[in-house]
């Protein structure tokens, strides 16, 4: 069999912000991707706003560039395990991995989680050790840690003897070793192209091809990414859509692309080893096998992880409801949730008795609070209730629930408070060992539910020096209750407007998420209470005029700031009692029951039952 020498199909591995998709902008500088006097932005691959804003790689994405005669085909892969339904699907369409590692970190959780898959499929591997201009990088010492990593995964020989070339992407520096003298991006592109197999040569047979992602347009429906198998394509070809179970779908092709830099260009013919975009067939779906209809054999096709976090998105019922959003009934949130299921496919959405409520699984708190964000830009007004792991029953009848591994990165005079915390929430230590910078790197093994709430209450423990990274581990025997949140909800007593006056009256009660002139109703949670149990206060009280006392002294009022909440912090704040009102100018708190005297009545009826 013959090989396309001059395609070359590449995924990237690597963890959250150890520069994959600067790298990427160094490459496509290098190849001359870019006009001289173009203005591009940073992070070209960061397309998605929130993507932008996190720093962090969503949605897997396919890019290209020419190198030397040589087309190049990049997939980015999201770095967060909680994106990891993205990854084991990219990998299906390369046929090597550029695994990136920090200088500085080394191997993390999320990487093992991706380059586990990599090794499983025969992948061939590159390792890019990249940011070796950051202070107390040791690049030698990571080298040795993947090659430890690669051993415990059980690479085989001829993946251990991986090739590795050391980077500084935001610098566009490439070196053979750290010896050597800086070197350009050239070294990376001449190594990708000498090392990386070449896709075989099967144009004469006939096409076909594994959907590994869908994209959604609203002038062209559904697209269809993946590569081809085998065989040729054109506009206008009609195609089977083939499963396990033979023919489920048909449909001609209306549009066919291929992928230049970041952008689709329309091309009237694409051969085996291309990676393509096909619009035009409605009824596909990702796992599934696009094929001529007189040859209609399914490719092997990959599970999708199960989902192991849900939530309960409601038509937003509170006294502000359909004042900020758009989108406010339940028809409109049915449809959009829909039209994300098509695309996202590691997510769930299920009817519930309620039709104003639905379930929604994903990976994580992280997948699930983006769909949320997203919808919010777009208008959208939801009620969100806690999230709530999804346990699984084991043959015997055992309770299984979802189990983390977690590693954190802290500076030594924090771990005790870390471990103590982590004990707490039913987590094992499964290593610890001490890091150059009087850093401690510490690994758990923690139940999910244990992770949720965690996040904001170890940036306080930690002043912001840690660092903290998790990733699906597997099911493991339900580990008994936990603790719950330990302070109560400051819950306002009144519909109104919110008085400084009557905040700093009660600011020994807890810290206010609000500030004064913010409009609230009875029931909304205005802040967190010092005491463990939830307290009603009036935040609308004006001070009484008399002809002694005027309003303006209320001037010299000096309040503490109120801690604003981000849709993750107030996510991770509720319990089971409360919701997180979301629409597109406020992200607010509110206990499901707002009349006090018929909370008192379900929480007493909830103590007897």
């Known amino acids: 069999m013959s090989m396309k020498q001059n395609i070359r199909n590449i995924a990237i591995i690597a963890h959250v912000d150890h520069g994959k998709t600067t790298l990427v902008d160094a490459i496509f500088r290098h190849t001359g991707a870019f006009r001289e006097n173009q203005q591009v932005d940073a992070r070209v691959l960061?397309?998605?706003?929130?993507?932008?804003?996190?720093?962090?790689?969503?949605?897997?994405?396919?890019?290209?560039?020419?190198?030397?005669?040589?087309?190049?085909?990049?997939?980015?892969?999201?770095?967060h395990a909680d994106f990891g339904g993205e990854v084991e699907r990219i990998l299906k369409m390369?046929?090597?991995v550029l695994l990136l590692v920090d200088a500085f970190e080394g191997p993390m959780p999320q990487t093992k989680f991706v380059l586990r898959k990599a090794l499983e499929l025969k992948l061939k591997p590159v390792v890019v050790i990249n940011k070796i201009d950051r202070p107390q990088a040791d690049p030698d010492k990571v080298h040795d840690q993947?090659?430890?990593?690669?051993?415990?995964?059980?690479?085989?020989?001829?993946?251990?003897?991986?090739?590795?070339?050391?980077?500084?992407?935001?610098?566009?520096?490439a070196k053979a070793s750290m010896q050597d003298s800086d070197g350009d991006m050239s070294l990376l592109l001449d190594m990708i192209i000498g090392e990386i197999p070449s896709p075989e040569n099967s144009d004469e047979d006939d096409f076909q091809m594994l959907v590994t992602t869908l994209d959604y347009s609203d002038y062209l429906g559904k697209i269809a990414v993946g590569r081809i198998h085998r065989g040729k394509v054109h506009p206008g070809d009609s195609l089977a859509v083939?499963?396990?179970?033979?023919?489920?779908?048909?449909?001609?092709?209306?549009?066919?692309?291929?992928?230049?830099?970041?952008?689709?260009?329309e091309v009237k013919e694409a051969t085996s080893g291309d990676i393509i975009a096909i619009s035009g067939i409605a009824g596909v779906n990702v796992g599934q096998t696009l094929a001529f209809e007189t040859c209609p054999e399914a490719i092997e096709s990959f599970e999708i992880s199960k989902p192991t976090l849900s939530m309960l998105f409601s038509v937003n019922d509170s006294p502000f409801a359909g004042q900020e959003g758009k989108e406010v009934t339940s028809r409109k949130i049915r449809e959009r949730l829909m039209k994300e299921v098509m695309t996202n496919v590691a997510l769930q959405v299920e009817e519930t008795d309620s039709a104003?409520?639905?379930?929604?699984?994903?990976?994580?708190?992280?997948?699930?609070?983006?769909?949320?964000?997203n919808m919010r830009r777009e208008g959208f007004e939801l009620a969100i209730s806690r999230p709530q792991v999804i346990t699984r029953t084991a043959e015997d009848g055992t309770l299984l629930e979802p189990v983390e591994h977690v590693?954190?990165?802290?500076?030594?005079?924090?771990?005790?408070?870390?471990?103590?915390?982590?004990?707490?929430?039913?987590?094992?230590?499964?290593?610890?060992?001490?890091?150059?910078?009087?850093?401690?790197?510490?690994?758990f093994e923690i139940p999910t539910r244990g992770l949720i709430g965690y996040s904001q209450e170890f940036t306080t423990d930690t002043k912001g020096e840690g660092m903290l990274s998790h990733v699906f581990h597997d099911y493991q025997p339900f580990r008994g209750k936990l603790p719950a949140r330990e302070t109560g909800a400051l819950v306002s007593g009144e519909n109104g407007q919110s008085v400084a006056y009557a905040i700093a009256g009660l600011e020994d009660r807890g810290t206010f998420f609000i500030g004064?002139?913010?409009?609230?109703?009875?029931?909304?949670?205005?802040?967190?209470?010092t005491r463990e149990f939830d307290i009603t206060l009036n935040v609308c009280k004006t001070k009484k005029l008399t002809n002694m006392r005027s309003s303006g002294a209320d001037d010299a009022v000096r309040l503490t700031p109120p801690k604003?909440?981000?849709?993750?912090?107030?996510?991770?704040?509720?319990?089971?009692?409360e919701l997180v009102e979301v629409t597109p100018e406020n992200i607010r708190i509110r206990k499901r029951i707002l009349d006090s005297n018929q909370r008192a009545k379900a929480a007493k009826r909830a103590k007897v039952g």
């Open 146 to 173: 993947v090659l430890d990593l690669f051993i415990a995964l059980g690479a085989d020989e001829d993946q251990l003897d991986f090739p590795y070339i050391f980077t500084s992407a935001k610098f566009g520096i």
């Open 516 to 529: 004064p002139n913010i409009r609230v109703y009875e029931g909304m949670v205005v802040g967190e209470s």
């Open 407 to 443: 590693t954190i990165d802290v500076p030594d005079e924090y771990n005790g408070v870390v471990i103590e915390k982590m004990g707490r929430r039913k987590a094992e230590m499964k290593h610890m060992e001490t890091l150059r910078g009087g850093m401690v790197r510490l690994e």
């Open 242 to 265: 083939v499963t396990d179970e033979g023919i489920v779908g048909k449909g001609s092709v209306a549009k066919l692309f291929t992928f230049n830099m970041t952008q689709r260009v």
């Open 564 to 577: 604003k909440m981000t849709l993750e912090q107030a996510l991770d704040f509720i319990n089971d009692d």
């Open 356 to 373: 104003d409520t639905f379930r929604v699984s994903g990976r994580g708190e992280l997948h699930l609070s983006v769909l949320i964000e």
């Open 46 to 79: 960061d397309s998605n706003p929130q993507e932008k804003e996190r720093g962090i790689t969503i949605l897997s994405k396919n890019a290209a560039t020419v190198y030397n005669g040589c087309k190049i085909n990049i997939v980015d892969t999201p770095g």
């Open 94 to 96: 390369v046929d090597g």
